[in-house]
């Protein structure tokens, strides 16, 4: 009796080898590809858009040369603004080598875009003993009507005010930004509702680190899981007369995690915006604001999370009226599955954000940028998301030799010396981007392939915006040492999509502040269609150093639209009846 | 992960202890200080899972095989020691589950002249890392790459490691370690740093103290022993070196090799030891 006992016992084993293998290939394929009906379509038309921008990678100093490629593999980023109001949104890129121009993209209104930095005076910010571009946010600091331009860098920031004639004024000196900072993020936020758009910038590397004069090799995270020991992140309150002032420590939120990405929305509904924090090798942190006079840092469910941040893009992933929050992190195969966070947000009902992220949701590779748009407006925000670290010499791969570091103690780590050289390998490179297609409660599937996405470039920014005025989000990516994309929405609603099927609508809103601050960035719009309502908030940055046109994009489905509310930034709130769809509405705050 | 009562008790205090509940002690220690401090876990389902299925699985399998319920402390071991290191793609549980019912089942199905031949964690772990790499890592987890902590755990693992009388193991493996990373550092010529710090981590406390001193997998000798744990040493340098050659067909290996090199070694050399003893018998 025994022996068919254990005959039973050895079958089950291998039924259990057996099982492993066939849930380790589900696993991989749902990381893979599609099977669902396809219903985004984008072209990639940079060059044929006039668009032929090359991130330059900044050159550091020759101390750090064994790992250089790593910690320089940042900076190539992209933000979106109408900066000469003529009602096309215009794209403003980053790069970061010493010399190297950024650009300012004027949108021509004919499909195409012309390079205007230059004689705009937005191009030639790197420069030695300044710094290098990390990334850059629009936002009308002095209500003139004209959307300012701030630039982070690994150096000093620079304000730009724009003129209003096509020329930028710099006007760091007397802003009291000139703080040498080491910035991957920064946002726009009136924190305090006076009308005034304050600026958060935060830290990665420490301030006192020069990249181009080091005094030490001791600069890298002390722990790849609760490192404290990055920049200081800063909080300048606009004092409305053109001059910032620090106001970090009174209000609370000097974090020295290592942040990468901030946002900031209403996310617990309270009326005031706070403050969304992406931290490399650390946990997310969100800063509650307390009626503008201090934030608290919540724990709302985040710190059960210790993982590689990048990016936090806002969505209303299934339209509940509610900031939902995603966070790209690090998925390698065999090494490491971090996995990006889909936190959906209860925190009116329970206090907290529930972590649901599965499949493609949460494995997207080594994850940078990502942004929530309706790109089918078929009512449901997708979720397109920038992938690759360092794309080099493929047959040479990193991760076994920081492999060796990772599990280390942190003060070997820290001391860049001691980092196995990087040479020429890569650190997962040429990793495909993701477009996630969401069809509600079935979930999100990866139709990149489908759509047209399918460049290997080093993904790290990812903006939307309706370049081309037509009803549709398209998407512009910008890549480390390489090309930025435009991908061209090549849907054409609210024409039918496919035989049999009803076109869909949209709804665009551009809105004007008065009381608030005039790019309204902060307002949040709540859009009723059907059963569903969504709701989105006027950016003032986020995604992975990025910011997304500043007009809003609802899709509607074949819905019938309803109401829509608006709660400006003073704390206002208007209700809207009878807007026509599939129409850019221009809305004016009540004075 | 697994201990028995092949070490007589020994006094301690004048308390007569079992070196495998100061086994128990140890992982307990370790779960309850990462968890608290780091978060080490992910979710209390894990450990529920994993801790669940090795109890009822040994519990189940020694009853019906062998007629008898067997002390659950080696599954309780294994079950901590799975949750801690098996670190899977985000929210899916089934490594959990399928790794604990196959790690303990491999002592009842992967046997030779009644004992089984793998550490249960060991062949786990090592059997998920190559089949299943699209869903698993290993722990990813670092517990905050802390000194303090982690000198926390050394010592009580030196201490109960030496009250098991499984301390000449340990040291053997730590002092061939060391002795491997100098050469390839010099082989190699990266920073000396790079290649001692591996070893520096909680992965290798969880390896040094749980997995290869388990003494239902070594073989019978106290030099025997040692000369087993520096063949594991060895076969891990030679994993690494691969690693930082770039051997593509090895890269499977070079994910975690101080497991995977152990789960070559060790079944052959219980293999081998058995037939031994089982010929001078």
């Known amino acids: 009796m025994n022996s068919w006992r254990r005959f039973i016992v050895i079958a089950a084993f291998a039924a259990a080898i057996v099982a492993v293998v066939v849930l380790n290939e589900r696993a991989a394929g749902s990381v893979a590809g599609g099977g669902a009906r396809e219903t985004i379509r984008l072209r990639e038309v940079a060059h044929a858009s006039g668009i032929d921008f090359t991130h330059q990678a900044p050159t550091l100093d020759p101390k750090i040369s064994n790992i250089a490629p790593h910690v320089g593999a940042l900076g190539a980023c992209v933000s979106v603004a109408d900066f000469n109001n003529d009602g096309w949104p215009d794209l403003y890129f980053t790069s970061s080598r010493f010399g190297a121009p950024n650009a300012l993209y004027l949108n021509q209104k004919d499909g195409t875009f012309r390079d205007v930095g230059a004689e705009a005076g937005v191009a030639d910010v790197n420069r030695p003993g300044e710094g290098v571009s990390m990334g850059a946010v629009w936002g009308d600091y002095d209500n003139d009507g004209f959307e300012d331009l701030l630039v982070y860098k690994w150096g000093y920031p620079q304000l730009f005010h724009n003129l209003g004639n096509g020329r930028f004024e710099d006007v760091t000196a007397q802003s009291g930004l000139r703080r040498w900072m080491n910035s991957n993020s920064a946002v726009w936020v009136d924190f305090d509702r006076d009308g005034l758009l304050d600026l958060y910038i935060t830290g990665y590397f420490r301030s006192d680190i020069d990249f181009w004069h080091l005094k030490t090799t001791r600069i890298m995270q002390h722990s790849w899981e609760f490192a404290t020991n990055g920049g200081k992140n800063l909080l300048f309150k606009n004092l409305g007369n053109g001059h910032f002032t620090d106001v970090t420590d009174s209000l609370g939120v000097g974090s020295t995690r290592w942040t990468l990405a901030v946002t900031a929305a209403d996310f617990n509904d309270d009326g005031w915006p706070d403050l969304y924090l992406a931290n490399d090798y650390g946990p997310e942190e969100l800063y509650l604001n307390r009626e503008g006079k201090r934030f608290e840092l919540a724990s709302a469910g985040l710190s059960d999370d210790s993982k590689s941040g990048m990016a936090v893009a806002l969505g209303d992933v299934y339209n509940r009226g509610q900031h939902d929050v995603f966070v790209t992190n690090i998925s390698e195969k065999g090494f490491l599955f971090q996995g990006n966070n889909l936190r959906l947000n209860f925190l009116k009902e329970l206090g907290r954000f529930d972590e649901v992220a599965k499949g493609p949701v949460a494995d997207a590779g080594w994850a940078w940028g990502a942004q929530f748009g309706d790109l089918n407006n078929d009512g449901l925000l997708d979720l397109v998301i920038a992938n690759g670290f360092i794309s080099a010499d493929s047959t040479h791969d990193y991760w076994y030799a920081m492999s060796k570091i990772a599990g280390a103690q942190g003060n070997i780590f820290e001391d860049a010396k001691n980092w196995p050289a990087i040479g020429t390998a890569s650190l997962s490179g040429y990793e495909r981007s993701r477009v996630l297609l969401n069809r509600g409660q079935a979930g999100f599937v990866d139709v990149a392939q489908e759509a047209g996405v399918t460049d290997r470039l080093d993904g790290r920014a990812v903006a939307m915006a309706d370049l081309f005025n037509r009803g549709v989000l398209d998407v512009v990516v910008a890549n480390e040492r390489g090309r930025a994309l435009v991908y061209r929405n090549a849907s054409s609603p609210p024409e039918p999509l496919s035989r049999g099927e009803r076109g869909n609508h949209w709804l665009e809103l551009k809105l004007v502040g008065t009381r608030s601050n005039r790019s309204a960035i902060g307002a949040e719009v709540t859009v009723e269609f059907g059963n569903a309502r969504q709701r989105q908030v006027v950016d003032g940055g986020s995604g992975f150093c990025s910011q997304n046109d500043r007009r809003l994009h609802f899709g509607l489905g074949d819905q019938r639209l309803g109401k829509v509310t608006i709660r400006w930034p003073s704390g206002a709130e208007q209700v809207v009846n009878g807007l026509a769809i599939d129409q850019l509405h221009v809305i004016t705050e009540p004075r | ?281």
């Not at chain 2, 799975?82 to 303990?104: E, S, V, Y």
């Not at chain 2, 772990?125 to 190559?130: G, K």
């Not at chain 2, 755990?153 to 109960?160: C, N, Q, S």
Request: proline share 5%.
């Open chain 2, 1 to 281: 992960m697994t201990t028995s009562a092949q070490a007589p008790a020994r006094s301690l205090a004048g308390i007569v202890i079992d070196p495998k509940y100061l086994i128990v002690f140890l992982i307990t220690l370790v779960l309850v200080v990462g968890e608290a401090q780091y978060g080490i876990l992910g979710g209390y389902p894990r450990l529920a899972t994993t801790l669940g299925i090795s109890v009822a699985t040994e519990v189940l399998l020694s009853w019906w095989l062998r007629g008898r319920v067997a002390n659950v402390s080696s599954a309780y071991i294994t079950g901590i020691s799975l949750a801690l290191l098996i670190k899977p793609q985000a929210n899916i549980l089934w490594p959990f589950a399928l790794g604990a019912f196959l790690a303990i089942a491999s002592k009842y199905v992967l046997t030779y002249r009644g004992r089984h031949l793998w550490n249960p964690s060991n062949f786990a772990i090592a059997l998920l890392v190559l089949v299943a790499a699209d869903s698993v890592a290993i722990l990813s987890h670092q517990w905050g790459n802390d000194l303090g902590t982690n000198l926390v755990i050394w010592a009580f693992g030196l201490v109960i490691a030496w009250r098991a009388r499984v301390l000449h193991v340990t040291l053997t493996y730590v002092a061939c370690f060391i002795g491997f990373a100098v050469l390839r550092h010099f082989i190699v010529g990266g920073p000396l740093f790079a290649e001692l710090a591996p070893i520096t981590g909680p992965m290798y406390q969880l390896f040094v103290f749980f997995m290869v001193t388990d003494p239902r997998t070594t073989v019978s000798t106290r030099r025997g022993r040692m000369i087993v744990v520096a063949i594991v040493a060895l076969v891990e340098t030679l994993i690494r070196l691969a690693g930082d050659y770039q051997l593509a067909l090895l890269r499977p290996l070079y994910v975690s090799p101080p497991i995977l090199a152990l789960a070559f070694v060790g079944p052959v050399a219980m293999f081998l030891d058995l037939r031994r003893t089982a010929s001078a018998a």
